[in-house]
């Protein structure tokens, strides 16, 4: 299996074959999660520590639940009441946490490049589980693995992102990951939320859902990030449903097959109508959530490999 990293920090140091590598892999573990028996001995003997210095319900838990199934001493940290807030520096705690010998650190973080810098100062394998504006990997394998399961591949298919590009890592992993399977990637959204420079990243750009929603295969709406935004993005939640949210007029426009995604958590009636998010024929936001224990797996899996390979190199 082709996967050499250390760490997984990014989508963007992976080659095509890497992430078809981690996706096969993460198969495997959809059909032993869905099984009686839903545990493999992969991480078995190691430690996985879960630092989250930003609030998540989904990925941590879905992280926690991965690394017990492989069978790994599993410690999630309460960053929140830990020594970062007496003053201690990200440099710190990653000295500290080195002497307890983790093999697997899982950290979130609001600061961009704060992982990278905690993964160049311990020898565990670090996997990024969302820095800043700046990646998450996983969120974007889980979704890759989401598309290739309901339209048989990821190559050349038209994807929508829309929403608020300008504020979210997700998109940013998303255009990386899409990019390298030759996907068409459309931007949709107002001015105020795509970054300036969007349209050099080889990605088409639109401000209107009708244009930027035509014969799409894959309708991936984004969460409005109130917390990243210090300025007035939107006029009001009320007239960005009416311009950009989700709703049935809006995706009659992408193909009658097209498939509907949404990273979570979602606002009802800001970003994306309730009925087309529990619509069972068009929303796959259930199956994003269920990919994304699997696909973690698999990470964990691969760089545990790698781990060992090095201690007995």
Not at 43 to 68: D, V
Not at 137 to 166: E, M, N, S, W
Request: aromatic letters at 4%; charged letters at 25%; one cysteine or more.
């Amino acid at each position: 299996m082709t996967f050499r990293h250390r760490h997984l920090l990014g989508i963007e140091p992976l080659s095509p074959d890497e992430i078809a590598t981690i996706l096969d892999l993460a198969g495997t573990y959809v059909d032993l999660n869905r099984s009686a028996e839903k545990h493999a001995p992969a991480l078995a003997g190691l430690t996985q520590i879960n630092m989250f210095f930003e609030n998540s319900t989904r990925t941590q838990a879905s992280f926690e639940i991965a690394g017990q199934r492989l069978g790994a001493d599993v410690m999630n940290m309460a960053m929140q009441a830990s020594s970062i807030k007496k003053g201690e520096t990200l440099i710190d705690t990653a000295l500290t946490l080195n002497a307890m010998h983790p093999d697997l650190l899982v950290v979130r973080h609001p600061q961009s490049g704060a992982v990278d810098l905690l993964a160049q100062k311990v020898n565990a394998a670090v996997l990024n589980a969302g820095d800043g504006r700046h990646e998450h990997p996983t969120q974007a394998l889980l979704d890759a693995l989401t598309i290739r399961r309901a339209k048989g591949r990821l190559h050349r298919l038209t994807v929508a992102i829309c929403g608020d590009i300008a504020h979210s890592r997700v998109a940013r992993s998303n255009i990386w990951l899409l990019g390298k399977m030759e996907s068409r990637i459309r931007l949709v959204g107002p001015p105020t939320l795509i970054p300036s420079g969007a349209a050099e990243w080889g990605v088409e750009v639109e401000h209107d859902m009708a244009r930027g929603l035509a014969d799409a295969d894959v309708v991936m709406m984004l969460r409005l990030q109130r917390e990243r935004m210090d300025g007035g993005f939107i006029p009001s939640e009320r007239e960005y449903y009416h311009r950009y949210g989700l709703d049935a007029e809006k995706l009659s426009c992408a193909k009658p097959d097209a498939i509907v995604m949404h990273p979570g958590p979602m606002n009802r009636g800001v970003e994306i109508d309730g009925t087309i998010a529990d619509d069972i024929n068009r929303s796959v936001i259930q199956e994003q959530v269920e990919m994304g224990v699997a696909v973690r797996m698999a990470a964990m899996d691969l760089l545990a490999r790698n781990l060992r390979a090095a201690a007995s190199a």
